[in-house]
Structure formats: structure tokens, C-alpha cells
Nanobody, 120 residues
Framework: VQLQASGGGLVQAGGSLKLSCAASGFTLDYYTIGWFRQAPGKEREGISCSSSSGGSIFYADSVEGRFTISRDNAKNTVYLQMNSLKFEDTAVYYC??????????????WGKGTLVTVSS
């Protein structure tokens, strides 16, 4: 069972990146997916969640209107489109899967993070 996040990199403020989270060993169809991030010196925080059907979506206030979560169950992959990036979006981004709630301490599987660096 594995989640692999990718797509991070260095981008200028105002730019865009699209993160991917590919699952192997299990099917994402039945899981709620969350994207979390941890900035240097800060605690990990949840920024977006998608229910298994995709019908229920959550965004943290800090990314609302700029980030979009989506899922392609046929590819067993979840995405996070990040637009209008700000310096404060700099963090390691993690994807995680839950069979129940989407919460920092409620996720069943975690992927290794991918670093996003936004230059000002």
C-alpha cells in the first residue's frame, strides 16, 4: 500500500503547479483523500479534502479560490491544482487517504511529501 506525491518544485509567486498523488496497492475509489502541508517551523495542516465520490470538497481558507482538488479514479490518482501561488504556500505537501474522516490524525495512509517552494 503506497501513496506517492509528485509535482512539487520551485515556482515564482503568482505561478502555478499541479501536484499528483498516485495510489498503489489499494483503490482510491473508496477513500476520502486529503492534501496537507507543513511549512518550515510550523505544524502540518490540512488544506483540502475530497470525499470518495468527489461530491464533498473542503478547502482551508488560506487556499480557497486558488487551489482545486480533483480525482481520477480510473488512474487511481488525486490532483491538487495550485494557482496564484504565494510565498507563504512554501511547504512540503503530503497526500493521505482515509476510510472515514479527513483529519490530520484520522488518515489511514500517508504519502511521502513533495516540496513546493515559492519565490517572492
Amino acid at each position: 500500500v503506497q501513496l506517492q506525491a509528485s509535482g512539487g518544485g520551485l515556482v515564482q509567486a503568482g505561478g502555478s503547479l499541479k501536484l499528483s498523488c498516485a495510489a498503489s496497492g489499494f483503490t482510491l475509489d473508496y477513500y476520502t483523500i486529503g492534501w496537507f502541508r507543513q511549512a518550515p517551523g510550523k505544524e502540518r495542516e490540512g488544506i483540502s479534502c475530497s470525499s470518495s465520490s468527489g461530491g464533498s470538497i473542503f478547502y482551508a481558507d488560506s487556499v480557497e479560490g486558488r487551489f482545486t482538488i480533483s480525482r481520477d479514479n480510473a488512474k487511481n490518482t488525486v490532483y491538487l491544482q495550485m494557482n496564484s501561488l504565494k510565498f507563504e504556500d512554501t511547504a512540503v505537501y503530503y497526500c493521505a487517504a482515509s476510510s472515514s474522516v479527513c483529519a490530520l490524525y484520522g488518515m489511514d495512509y500517508w504519502g511521502k511529501g513533495t516540496l513546493v517552494t515559492v519565490s517572492s
